[in-house]
Every structure is written in structure tokens, then in C-alpha cells.
């Protein structure tokens, strides 16, 4: 399967301001690239690029003052299957964690796991650890929390999700991430790309979304706690404690964003259109301007 994907952020900055930006395909997904992964701006501008201390690969740069367009489109192949499940990836014990997914035990900005540690025993330490107890976690977090747009706020963390049971995807995940590294199980928040493939029509063009990952059974695994079920197509963009670790875009100035629309559709659906007109992108960004590629 092919699926194009990519995003335009439209702002109108008051003067120059420095912006630090996480938009490209993580760089263990760049193999699976049609080709390069760019950072498109209108008017072009240099764009550097440097990998965070998580390997999430980041792009610099100065945005003038005005109208000013980033983005980013490209096709990337996927298998086309679900997010895999596997029941049977057992806990580890902590002393035989691999060192570097200790980070993904403690406490972090957005997930209060020390202040969360009684009422996730409470609620999930009578279940067998494994795979199943993230499930329930997930489960319970999934009925919990009342999704809406208008519920999303920049300073909410997992303690304020699980009192005010409201949120969006990023409140979902900060809650079930602070849940699992209290029962011991290592956590990381994802971002990246969620489609709509193989979902029941009308839908959506995809966007971008939270999900986590958990250390089970030797390996990272994929849990969702928004959707609470596999999805096709997931990308993912960067990765690391919270949300705090990887804003898609973090300007150091005013933020005064005017527009903003993703994609990430399946090429079969689209490849009967007229790429000048076609959604999306409705207004695609000069293919002059600067880029850079994942490395």
C-alpha cells in the first residue's frame, strides 16, 4: 500500500520569528519513503536539521514576517495491516529492563505517574501484568475521558484528564502513559499521522494525532487509547516523554496560525484526480522553496 501524507501550516507573523519544527517521517520510517521527506515554506527560507536527544529528527529555521506557509507531502509505503496485537508480550522486571527504557519509567511535564501511582493500583493491580492490564488501561481510559475539540488545552496534564474527564488525543494518551509507568511498564508518547483507511465512509483525510507505545515482551508495541483499536497506516513523526518532548511546531515568538489542514490517504483513492485540483493539497506549496531530507 502507498499512502500520501503530509500537512500545511499557514501563519501571519508579526516580525521574524525563530521556529523549531518536527514534521517528517520518523527516521526509522524513512526507508519506506517514495522519496525525500520535505519541509516545504512559502516564501522559502533555509531550513537545517539536527536529531533531538530521542532521534526525532527537527528542522530550524526563521520565519519572516507576514504570511508564511510550512508543510510537508510525500508517499510512503506501508504493509496496509492494522496495528499489531500480541496478547502473550509479557512485563518485564524492572532489573532486566534494557537501560534505555528506563526514561520511560518516571514521572514527566504532562504525565504525573508518582501522583497517579495509587489510583492506578487501585484501579488495574489486581489484573495479571502483560499485555492485557495495558489493554485494560487503555479500556478504561478510552471511557473515561470525553472527547472534544474544544476541550483541547495546552496545560493539561494526566491528573487534570483523570479529574475533569475531558480531553482530546493527547489528553487520552498523557493519562494512559502516566498509568502504565506507574504499574512499572515503560511508556513513550507518540505523535505522527493516524489515516482513516479501511475505516467506514464518509471519513476524514487522516490527521495528526497521540498515540503510546509500551515495552512488552522485548520490544515497543502500539497502543491507542483515543480510537482504542488498530488502525492502517499509522505514522508516526517523533516520540519521547510527553507532549512537552515533541510539539510539531514550537516558535520562540507569537504563534498566530491561520490555517492548518493533514492528510494521509491511501494513492488508490486519489490517484484517479487531477493532481492541480485534487484535496489535497488545495493549494500545494512551491516545489522551489527550501527542503530538507531525512537523514
Known sequence: ?????????????????????????????????????????????????????????????????????????????????????????????????????????????????????????RLFGHLPP???RVQAVCDFVHAHIAFGYEFAHRDRTALDAYAGGRGVCRDFTHLAVAFCRALNVPTRYCTGYVSFIGEPEPHPAGDFAAWME???????????????????????????????????THTFGPNPLVGFRVWADAVAVIDHLDVDTAEPPEEPLPPQTMVTRMG
Open 1 to 121: 500500500m502507498r499512502i500520501r501524507l503530509g500537512c500545511e501550516m499557514r501563519y501571519a507573523f508579526p516580525y521574524p520569528v525563530p521556529m523549531v519544527v518536527m514534521l517528517t517521517v520518523h527516521p526509522s520510517r524513512a526507508g519506506a519513503l517514495e522519496g525525500p521527506d520535505t519541509i516545504r515554506t512559502d516564501p522559502p527560507v533555509p531550513v537545517a536539521t539536527y536529531r533531538d536527544s530521542f532521534g526525532n529528527q527537527c528542522g530550524r529555521l526563521t520565519a519572516p514576517a507576514g504570511a508564511f506557509t510550512i508543510g510537508t507531502d510525500v508517499v510512503i509505503a506501508d504493509d496496509g495491516r492494522p496495528d499489531p496485537a500480541v496478547p502473550e508480550a509479557e512485563q518485564h522486571a524492572i532489573e532486566d529492563l534494557p537501560s534505555e527504557t528506563m526514561l520511560y519509567l518516571l514521572p514527566s511535564r504532562y504525565c504525573e505517574s508518582d501522583l497517579l501511582a495509587d489510583e492506578a493500583w
Open 214 to 248: 509500551v515495552f512488552l515482551g522485548g520490544r515497543w508495541h502500539v497502543f491507542d487509547p483515543r480510537n482504542n483499536a488498530p488502525r492502517i497506516g499509522r505514522v508516526m513523526v517523533a516520540y519521547g516523554r510527553d507532549a512537552a518532548d515533541v510539539p510539531l
Open 130 to 132: 502483560g499485555w492485557g
